[in-house]
């Protein structure tokens, strides 16, 4: 979630230590442990979050709607970052913020983030859910409940044998993708053009994750979308639009904001999505022992069988997955294709690439990606360029931290601001220049590029916590980019239109993205 709000004003200096730390590189100081490994409060010249610089909440609101950076975000940690250094805190509504913006400093961070992570303490979401009576699925659960989810969800979504079983289902949604794109030029594109390219990939995103998570096709790609799915897709955007606004206000106010009452009823309709599809697989495996057949099935009749997991929880957990599987996907995907109509060499490469391992109409497999180094290039580096996780939390439950010459005690909330670290040419060679051989290594090393730290660009993120469908995020991406650039050349808007990211939660396309799609001979 992308906390960052700050504000500069004439009387603010940088103090000697964050000057210090403005260089890229920052050294992690030396801190001393107990016998259970937490980190002891250091004496010495260590300071704390009252000598950081940074603003407070009427400067935050300022910076927020009077400038206009509720949208911009991520723009917001470059800008602030230049104001205050690489360390600052901000007050946003009831919270106060640390802001880290190097490398070395989100290193340090996560590196002492204990044996269960918590991004933050996300009060609106748990509320809605004890508004309801529903349970905390892995994005707001917290300790030992958290990780005991992870520990049912993680092993059909995280090692590469089991994902690798959803490649003909991921398939099968790809190939109406295709024929989508063919209908879409025709119809609605003088034979050529596909608009709001973003809006169509959102829908194969939705289709697919839904295939491996509910074992159900919904629609998506069909000339007429089913109206409970354009719902689900309306409620996704209502939920997150008025997520990070919802934290400006106390929340004693909530039930009185017309916000709250938005965000309540969009996830109203998330859960009612869930359940209809869970129920529905309970009915088709309970016909089946009636019939006497063997029960098979993959994520969701795994869960209902093979689990510790109640019903329940299962609505919670599947309806957070969901929604968070679906515009990070289809965002990434969009400006995968964004930036290879813009690179017409490089799309030639990869078309080659692609085309030497899976020749003539073969279908490619979650086999074939790995002999495709320039494909998974290709995403780590539009991932760099525009995170779909512009800045991410943690909230320091178990351990104080000691980071870039700063103690801070438990429950500290850090903002990971990992769009503007990921900009950073300490790192990277020409960072705003779309390089996909940055990350084809030879000896260790992109061709012509400088090593960079290895927390310079983690859109997966990092350890436990660590995304839970970024396998299968990956499987969908590999699946249709090579699909369609074995189909199709793709082509930039005539029209010569840029488009820009703009944040609302997650880094997205600012205005719609039209591209075009030639047919290969």
């Not at 004003?9 to 230590?17: D, K, Q, V, W, Y």
């Not at 890229?24 to 010249?45: F, H, I, M, N």
């Not at 859910?129 to 958290?146: D, S, T």
């Not at 927390?455 to 916590?465: D, L, N, V």
């Amino acid at each position: 979630m992308s906390l960052s709000l700050r504000f500069s004003s004439a009387g603010n200096r940088l103090l000697p230590g964050i000057q210090a730390l403005s260089r890229c590189k920052t050294s992690p100081r030396s801190v001393t442990t107990d016998l259970s490994g937490q980190t002891e409060r250091p004496a010495g010249d260590l300071k704390t979050i009252q000598d950081l610089p940074g603003h407070g909440l009427l400067q935050g609101f300022y910076w927020y709607f009077l400038k206009g950076y509720h949208e911009k975000t991520h723009e917001l940690q470059i800008v602030q970052k230049k104001m205050f250094g690489p360390i600052w805190k901000s007050k946003f509504g009831p919270l106060t913020v640390v802001n880290m913006a190097s490398s070395d400093l989100i290193e340090q961070v996560l590196r002492q983030e204990g044996k269960y992570p918590v991004r933050s303490f996300m009060p609106h979401w748990r509320e809605y859910r004890e508004l309801r009576g529903h349970a905390y699925g892995p994005l707001c659960e917290y300790g030992q409940k958290w990780n005991h989810l992870r520990s049912m969800l993680n092993p059909k979504m995280l090692k590469p044998k089991e994902v690798s079983k959803y490649s003909p289902a991921v398939n099968e949604v790809v190939t109406d993708f295709v024929e989508k794109v063919k209908w879409l030029r025709e119809n609605h594109g003088g034979g050529v053009m596909v608009n709001d390219v973003s809006n169509e990939l959102y829908k194969f995103a939705f289709e697919a994750i839904c295939t491996i998570l509910f074992e159900t096709r919904m629609g998506c790609m069909e000339e007429q979308i089913p109206e409970e799915t354009q719902k689900f897709i309306d409620a996704v955007f209502e939920m997150f639009s008025h997520s990070v606004i919802l934290l400006f206000f106390p929340k004693a106010m909530w039930p009185y904001l017309h916000y709250w009452k938005k965000f309540v009823a969009a996830w109203d309709y998330l859960f009612y999505i869930t359940e209809k599809l869970v129920n529905k697989k309970i009915t088709a495996m309970q016909e089946s022992v009636a019939m006497g057949n063997v029960v098979e099935g993959e994520y969701l009749t795994h869960l209902l069988n093979n689990t510790r997991m109640s019903l329940i929880d299962i609505y919670g957990s599947l309806a957070e997955v969901l929604l968070a599987a679906v515009d990070t996907t289809s965002n990434t995907t969009s400006w995968i294709l964004y930036t290879l109509a813009r690179e017409p060499a490089i799309q030639q490469q990869l078309y080659e690439e692609v085309s030497s391992v899976c020749p003539g109409d073969q279908i490619p497999t979650a086999d074939d990606f790995v002999n495709m180094p320039l494909l998974k290039a290709v995403i780590k580096e539009t991932l760099r360029i525009y995170p779909v996780v512009p800045g991410n939390a943690r909230v320091t439950v178990e351990n104080d931290v000691v980071a870039g010459g700063f103690y801070f005690p438990k429950n500290t909330l850090f903002h990971l601001c990992h769009y503007a670290v990921s900009q950073e040419d300490c790192d990277f060679t020409q960072p705003k220049s779309f390089r996909p051989d940055r990350w084809l290594r030879i000896g260790g090393v992109g061709k012509g590029e400088k090593k960079h730290h290895p927390f310079a660009s983690i859109p997966f993120g990092f350890g436990t916590r660590a995304c839970l469908g970024k396998r299968v995020a990956q499987l969908e991406m590999y699946s249709v980019i090579t699909r369609l650039i074995k189909h199709f050349e793709v082509r930039p808007d005539p029209s010569g239109k840029v488009v820009t990211p703009k944040t609302r939660t997650l880094l997205f396309p600012s205005t719609p993205i039209n591209l075009q799609f030639i047919d290969r001979k």
